[in-house]
């Protein structure tokens, strides 16, 4: 059966192809709500964009400030996008996720459910979802994981596929690589290199 009401809807947004800008080989474009939904009010100036599958007309998703999106990354759902924060390749900002500030979204990345992630965050290949915050100058890679009340700071490095997750804070000059790190762990300047699945209670 068509869904007629989907065919006929407005977009919520459309680029406006006269403020093309260049970044990191890609041109990319401001954004204009063109009716209201949740704080966004038609007319409104948004971020910046390379194509309409950078972000999705449903939900209440939005790019605001001056945040990029591009290659064939996508904001959807609730999510929100904003200050200058960046989302590329084939990352993935959805539900309720919210990223801002410096924050950098490469490589296959996914923010989901109510994680933040911002300051100067960067988050390559690896999933941070729940009510996980990443912030500072803190680098998540290599198919970690950062999940459930997790905090992650400072200058903490998490790679190798470790996870962190309950109620745990990795913070300071700490790196965990392999290990996972759970329960009401706080880890601060300290290195895990752990082969093994090392488990901090």
Known sequence: MVNFRRCTEMPKYKILYHTAIEFNGHTIYRIEATKNFADV?????????ESTENLSNEGDCWI???????DSAKVKDNAKVYDKAKIMDFSRVEK???????ARVVDGALISE????YGHALIELSVIAGDAHVCGYAHCSGCSTVMKDAEVYGN????????????????????????????????KDKEIKSSKDYVYR
């Not at 605001?64 to 591009?70: H, S």
């Not at 962190?164 to 762990?185: F, H, K, L, P, Q």
């Open 41 to 49: 009010k038609a007319g409104d100036l948004g971020g910046y964009i």
């Open 64 to 70: 605001y400030n001056d945040a990029i999106v591009c």
């Open 96 to 102: 309720d996720a919210k990223v801002y500030g410096n």
């Open 114 to 117: 109510r994680a933040q992630v």
């Open 156 to 187: 903490s490095v998490i790679t190798k596929k470790a996870t962190i997750s309950g109620e745990a804070v990795v913070c300071g000059n700490s790196y965990i690589a392999r290990a996972t790190v759970t329960g009401s762990a706080k880890i």
